[in-house]
């Protein structure tokens, strides 16, 4: 069993929830339903490509986490 993680405060769900690191054989990709998704072999999408996958695949709390401060989303992915 993989150890917990408990929110942070003031998180509104510190005293009911916690997280936890699936093993990589257990581990889950999100299937969006909805519009399409940027494409990156478009280059006037990469940016907005990028930017969805940091998002989706880059352990993150808070959005600064997924970049550097100057840096582009091109770089940071």
Known sequence: MRPKVELKPPH???DT???R???PLARKVPVPIG????????SDLLHKHARLMLILFK???????????GETWEDAS
């Open 35 to 42: 519009p399409a998704l940027p494409r990156r072999d478009m």
């Open 12 to 14: 509104i769900e510190t």
């Open 21 to 23: 690191v699936c093993s």
């Open 17 to 19: 929830h916690f997280l």
């Open 59 to 69: 352990p993150w709390r808070h959005a600064n986490d997924l970049r550097e401060e």
